[in-house]
């Protein structure tokens, strides 16, 4: 160890700076003493006998071919075996070892995935099927959820028009809200499908997301992955019974609900 590196045995002596004895800054020099090990020669002074050399550059370079190789061994379509190794707000990058590869949460399920840590944790063993390999890049894309059937390719036979179905909220917009039939498998109960007799200016006076509702199905577009649904329909219509409830000249009693100009 001298000031500034080591001095390297390579059968003559040659300066190891110590920025270059590793991939990463280390703080610890003395773990590297008597270290045998591969360098790249940097540069050769003949005049001063000064050679310099790097360990990084030489990890570099192994690392290099072990990405390339590795990438070679894959193949579109494969399944693998990899390791969690970092997530984000948009996926989860996978260790396939000497290369990683990014699981985006759109290929995570079929079903919503509100954010990437409810379905892998760091350091999880999984397996994930290649979907894409540019190699210019060095860029790897994987999905979990193509190892399962996708859920709409028996959505037709499962919830044909008028079928009543058991469902859950999982989200609301002002024009309506989305149920879940299934995981991967949502429909949109429009405003005007939650009731027959309540004016509702927004979904949120009568559903909340993660309510238990009965829907039926009013029409289906697998081509398109879309489903409409009705909530009102799965009640009873109450101007149906209406000429047997009422009669003209009937005398009633009610609640005041609403005033107009007119």
Do not use: C
Not at 120 to 138: F, N, R, S
């Amino acid at each position: 160890k001298v000031r500034g590196g080591f001095m390297v045995d390579i059968g003559m002596d040659a300066f190891l700076p110590a920025s270059l004895v590793d991939l990463r800054p280390v703080r610890n020099l003395d773990q590297f003493l008597n270290l045998t090990s591969k360098f790249v020669i940097l540069k050769i002074n003949q005049k001063r006998r000064n050679i310099v050399v790097s360990r990084k550059d030489y990890l570099e370079r192994e690392k290099q071919l072990a990405r390339r190789s590795r990438h070679d061994t894959l193949q579109v379509g494969g399944v693998v075996k990899g390791r969690v190794k970092n997530i984000t707000d948009f996926g989860a990058f996978i260790d396939l070892g000497h290369l990683d590869g990014l699981l985006h949460i759109t290929d995570m399920s079929w079903g919503r995935v509100p954010h990437p840590s409810k379905l892998v944790k760091i350091g999880d063993e999984i397996e994930v099927v290649v979907l894409a390999i540019d190699k210019e890049q060095g860029k790897v894309s994987l999905g979990i959820k193509q190892r399962l059937g996708d859920p709409w390719e028996q959505a037709p036979e499962k919830f044909p028009i008028g079928t009543r179905a058991p469902g859950k909220v999982v989200n609301i917009l002002p024009y309506g809200a989305f149920v879940e039939l299934e995981p991967g498998v949502e429909g949109l109960v429009h405003i005007s499908d939650l009731s027959w007799t309540k004016r509702v200016s927004h979904p949120t006076e009568l559903l909340h997301i993660g309510d238990a509702v009965e829907v039926v199905v009013l029409n289906l577009d697998p081509a398109v992955r879309k489903i409409s649904l009705g909530i009102k329909q799965a009640q009873e219509n109450p101007w149906q019974g209406v000429r047997q409830k009422y009669g003209v000249g009937d005398r009633l009693r009610g609640v005041i609900r609403n005033l107009t100009d007119f």
